[in-house]
């Protein structure tokens, strides 16, 4: 048994993000550890085609790993050439310094906020521009470089010297263009254009002075902003002549007989929604729609977070990662043999690859139901499933003895507890409004009727199905009418739930199925998954006895207000469809729009207990967290690859921390530096208040209880 070799194959299921996939000696083993999540790597030939594409999963569902095999096969042909935009860090980066890069004209008549998105907006195109520079600099200095020779007359300085021109350029803001832009609905549409084709002309005349210029375009603004109840959808601000941008580009790289050219956005989701609407409509969108068909858009998105703007969905390719969606929608059991079996072939490659081994020798498949039990435990999420063999290698490899299904579920329990169920109790301290902290713990309100409602079907015996099954039912798994998985959304992107499948309940209607957390499932004795010995059965998950429908209207009654953020008016929840009907405009005051505020009444106590000065941001927060599960000092780069964030945002976030006494910045016998968590920290973020526990009701063990 090879134990240091299976720990390795483990850890590469682990990374994060960007992480490199190398050896030894440098060698990247992207190409020989990939496995696509559906046979003949279609998933991978799909973003390899020339066409925009979403990529669309969870966190540690392979988005970047898929990326870094399409940049691989990319960097190899003649005609094609790609750039990667790690979207989070940027945008962190971009924020750190915001007013530095923006003419000091523009920060004293715009907003700050609007000052900051030209900060955002600039910096990334300037790191598009770098990022291109670097990958035409690898081709240059590659086998490839000798074919281009053979269409690119210029010397490979001529190049570069074009694109530092640019970037200068871009730095001196002599693309500094700013005109307002209105995106209009189906009303008023020909007096929009007007209205749009006037400013446009006024930006352009009015004065050679860009203080002039800004003044006029930020008074344009508030005005239509004014005026959004009249169905003016959104107003944002443009920077730099995009399609003057666009030709530049093409300019230099059909040069080198570049046909397309593909850029790779990570971590778009990552961002605030109104920043992720304005890279959209102001940068990708533009790039998308006006470049002829040169520019390919390759974009990581979250399920329910995909915002397209101006792009053409019906153009472009919508790849999923989450089982749901991936595996086919026809048949529940051909979903889960599908998974399975990428979760087997998974973990097959890394085995061969780093022990030159069969799965058999570290794990037990004698149980008929070992490889479904390791599916379940992670749900075919690659990160997730490095994470539970790790925690088996830790209880048994170790030892040398071979992976059960006992030592997973075990794992799957450990994995839960340690990474997930801390989320709701740490969110207490997030640097946000009451309203926004209350939001969150609403859910947690929802989440805990959830599982007591599940924990009670442990004895059910009331239906046919149920009272034909031997021993306990499973009851892991419930379904709730579709238009009410936006409310689900959150405590599926942190993994307390997962979409399991979509199908039609008794009564006709589309309804989608979720499984609860499958460690939890342990903690609870949940029995997990369906009955299999009759085809029948494989309409389980949709009896009616687990439509848990009821308890989300229940949540919606006690829990959510609609409000007018003009006037302050609440509206009842049943007012809530003619609302959205009429784009949320307030019927009360008919100017101002409605939003949807959450308010937890079990938890509101607790949360306001919390001290104004205790509160911080998400990214301190999950520094705290990573230095308290660890349990020793940490490098900022492995801080960093537990927040999917960069080593550099840890450095700036840990100084903000150590200023409070909050984390030690010491040394270590090599100078580097490292962070640990101080006592400090530990009373005031980890210790647990019994309001923080999960309130499940009743004891775990007991099915009747």
């Not at 929009?192 to 003044?215: C, D, F, N, W």
């Not at 953020?565 to 409605?594: S, T, V």
């Amino acid at each position: 048994m090879k134990k240091n070799e299976f720990l390795k194959a483990v850890d590469t299921l682990k990374l994060y993000r960007r992480a490199e996939l190398v050896d030894e000696i440098g060698q990247e083993l992207i190409s020989d550890l990939y496995v696509d999540p559906l046979p003949d790597n279609h998933v991978l030939r799909t973003v390899l085609q020339p066409n925009t594409t979403f990529l669309i999963g969870r966190k540690g569902t392979g988005k970047s790993t898929i990326f870094q095999m399409a940049q691989g096969s990319l960097t190899r042909e003649k005609n094609a050439t790609w750039a990667y935009i790690d979207i989070k860090t940027l945008y962190e980066s971009s924020t750190a310094e915001l007013v530095g890069s923006i003419p000091q004209n523009y920060e004293s008549v715009l907003t700050s906020d609007a000052v900051r998105r030209l900060s955002v907006f600039k910096s990334f195109v300037i790191e598009l521009i770098r990022e291109i520079k670097a990958q035409i600099t690898q081709r240059v200095t590659s086998s490839v470089w000798s074919q281009v020779k053979e269409t690119f007359t210029g010397s490979a300085s001529d190049l570069f010297e074009k694109l530092d021109e640019f970037l200068e350029e871009l730095k001196q803001d002599l693309y500094l263009d700013v005109t307002g832009s209105i995106h209009a609905s189906k009303h008023d549409k020909e007096a929009h254009r007007e209205k749009a084709k006037l400013a446009g002309e006024a930006t352009a005349t009015i004065s050679p002075s860009p203080s002039a210029q800004a003044r006029f375009v930020a008074e344009l603004i508030s005005e239509l902003e004014e005026t959004r109840s009249q169905n003016y959808s959104q107003v944002f601000i443009k920077i730099f002549n995009v399609r003057g941008l666009i030709t530049r580009l093409r300019e230099i790289l059909t040069s080198l007989d570049v046909k397309h050219f593909y850029i790779f956005i990570d971590d778009f989701s990552e961002l605030p929604r109104a920043d992720m609407e304005q890279v959209i409509d102001t940068i990708l969108a533009p790039f998308n729609n006006w470049s002829e068909e040169f520019i390919k858009l390759k974009v990581a998105v979250y399920p329910g977070r995909l915002y397209a703007g101006d792009i053409d969905l019906s153009k472009v390719d919508e790849v999923y990662l989450d089982i749901y969606r991936a595996y086919g929608r026809n048949d529940v059991g051909n979903m889960e043999d599908r998974a399975i079996d990428f979760t087997k072939r998974l973990v097959t490659t890394r085995l061969q690859h780093f022990c030159n081994e069969a799965p058999e020798a570290y794990f037990d498949t004698t149980s008929a139901d070992f490889w479904q039990t390791l599916f379940y435990s992670c749900l075919g999420n690659p990160r997730i499933l490095g994470y539970i063999l790790f925690f088996c290698y830790e209880t048994t490899v170790i030892y040398e003895k071979r992976i059960g299904v006992k030592t997973i579920q075990d794992a799957a329990r450990r994995y839960y507890e340690e990474k997930i169920d801390h989320s709701f109790r740490l969110n207490k301290f997030l640097h946000e409004t009451f309203e926004e902290r209350s939001s969150i713990y609403s859910l947690k309100e929802l989440f805990e009727e959830i599982v007591k409602r599940a924990k009670s079907l442990r004895s059910y015996r009331d239906s046919k199905v149920m009272s034909e099954i031997p021993g306990r039912p499973p009851t892991s798994h419930f379904h709730v009418r579709a238009e009410y998985e936006p409310i689900l959304s959150t405590l599926e992107l942190n993994f307390f739930l997962t979409k399991y499948y979509e199908m039609k309940d008794r009564d006709g209607r589309e309804v989608s199925v979720y499984a609860i957390n499958y460690g939890l499932c342990q903690q609870q004795t949940i029995a997990f998954g369906r009955p299999r010995e009759k085809r029948e059965q494989r309409l389980y998950f949709v009896e009616r006895v687990f439509d848990f429908s009821p308890i989300v209207v229940s949540y919606i009654k006690v829990n959510q207000e609609i409000v007018c953020g003009r006037c302050g008016h609440r509206h009842g929840h049943e007012m809530l469809p003619a609302i959205q009907a009429f784009d949320m405009l307030c019927p009360q005051c008919k100017q101002g729009r409605c939003k949807i505020v959450n308010l937890s009444r079990k938890y509101e106590r607790l949360i306001k207990s919390v001290a104004d000065e205790n509160l911080l941001p998400d990214t301190e927060l999950g520094i705290l967290k990573a230095l308290h599960d660890e349990r020793k000092s940490m490098f900022a780069k492995e801080i960093a690859a537990q927040l999917d964030c960069s080593y550099q945002l840890v450095g700036r976030r840990g100084r903000h921390l150590a200023e409070r006494n909050l984390v030690e910045r010491g040394e270590n016998e090599k100078g580097r530096r490292v962070f640990e968590i101080t006592s400090t920290a530990q009373e005031v973020y980890f210790s647990t208040a019994q309001d923080d526990q999960m309130d499940f009701g009743g004891n775990s063990e007991d099915p009747d209880s």
